[in-house]
């Protein structure tokens, strides 16, 4: 009996002491960074933490870097400033023994100002979820994840956007850029409208994951999937020349004025109209469907 409760005694103070380190981690101080960054000033920011959001939004040419949340001081944060933009590094601690607080979150949000849209963007996560809630302006963006979900409301570049995922999906509203590259391994890629604003490349491509595109409006675009369905709706004003292949899955379209409709065994090429733009969709086992 006296054992039985002693161990009682231990368990409810072990409760008592995760609750208050709860208590304590949730109520601590946010860490934060408030910077200067230039219209054209480069931003790189690498982080393991489970939650990243960048929002454009702040005025003049003030920048700041938050990191919160109870699970925060697992995680060390680097940040520099310096003449050609700010650097930003969360690395999770090395902790020996059993983690209680493996569960615990910690999120960065890195706010940028709204004169910031002639510079450089570079985000890398290893699994955090990335969010862009807002509209974002700039020069170049990159957004790397190996296995977190990218996901962003409407991102603007005047030079080229390039979005990378292993296994997370890949999920926005609008892309309007020059050169686009998007690519996942095994996680969807759902954009409900990229425009190219010059002649320049759209590539979008993916091994397993499906690949949805309710609008895509480019010069030359290329939409690749070995086993996942591709899913495109070409713009009204489309004019050009179209190729779709597979070998095992099944092609389907509907587009209004085609003509010169050629099928070479598991290829169907067509012309739309009378303009120059090209549109090449290819894929192994998944099903194609293109419309207008």
């Known amino acids: 009996?006296?054992?039985?409760?002693?161990?009682?005694?231990?368990?409810?103070?072990?409760?008592?002491?995760?609750?208050?380190?709860?208590s304590l981690g949730a109520a601590g101080e946010t860490y934060r960074n408030d910077l200067t960054l230039r219209k054209d000033g480069e931003v790189q920011i690498k982080s393991d933490v489970p939650d990243i959001t960048i929002i454009q939004e702040s005025r003049g040419d003030s920048a700041a870097v938050t990191l919160t949340g109870a699970a925060r001081d697992r995680y060390s944060m680097t940040v520099r400033e310096?003449?050609?933009?700010?650097?930003?590094?969360?690395?999770?601690?090395q902790r020996l023994g059993i983690d209680l607080f493996q569960t615990l979150d910690a999120h960065l949000t890195?706010?940028?100002?709204?004169?910031w849209t002639e510079g450089e963007l570079s985000v890398s996560t290893v699994s955090g979820q990335l969010k862009i809630p807002g509209p974002?302006?700039?020069?170049?963006?990159?957004?790397?994840?190996?296995?977190?979900?990218?996901?962003?409301?409407?991102?603007?570049?005047?030079?080229?956007?390039e979005i990378a995922s292993v296994s997370?999906?890949?999920?926005?509203?609008t892309i309007?850029?020059?050169?686009?590259?998007?690519?996942?391994?095994?996680?969807a890629i759902m954009i409900d409208k990229i425009i190219s604003t010059s002649r320049s490349d759209v590539e979008v491509g993916s091994v397993s994951g499906a690949i949805k595109l309710p609008l895509l409006d480019a010069s030359n675009a290329t939409v690749e999937s070995i086993s996942g369905a591709i899913s495109v709706t070409l713009p009204r004003t489309f004019g050009g020349r179209v190729s779709?292949?597979?070998?095992?899955?099944?092609?389907?379209t509907s587009i209004d004025g085609?003509?010169?409709?050629?099928?070479?065994?598991?290829?169907?090429?067509?012309?739309?109209?009378?303009?120059?733009?090209?549109?090449?969709?290819?894929?192994?086992?998944?099903?194609?469907?293109?419309?207008?």
Do not use: W
């Not at 890195?110 to 004169?115: A, C, G, I, M, R």
């Not at 974002?136 to 956007?161: N, R, W």
């Not at 779709?244 to 899955?249: E, F, K, Q, R, V």
């Open 1 to 22: 009996m006296g054992t039985r409760n002693n161990m009682k005694r231990v368990c409810v103070s072990i409760l008592i002491l995760l609750a208050a380190s709860l």
């Open 176 to 187: 309007e850029a020059g050169d686009v590259g998007i690519t996942s391994v095994s996680g």
């Open 82 to 93: 310096d003449r050609d933009g700010i650097f930003v590094e969360v690395k999770r601690k």
């Open 258 to 292: 085609v003509h010169d409709l050629s099928t070479e065994k598991r290829t169907q090429t067509f012309a739309v109209g009378n303009g120059s733009a090209s549109l090449e969709v290819s894929t192994t086992s998944g099903a194609i469907r293109i419309s207008q």
């Open 110 to 115: 890195v706010t940028l100002p709204n004169s």
């Open 244 to 252: 779709a292949s597979s070998l095992s899955g099944s092609i389907s």
């Open 136 to 161: 974002l302006y700039a020069e170049e963006v990159e957004l790397h994840s190996v296995s977190g979900s990218i996901g962003f409301d409407s991102l603007s570049t005047t030079d080229s956007l």
């Open 168 to 173: 997370g999906s890949i999920e926005g509203k």
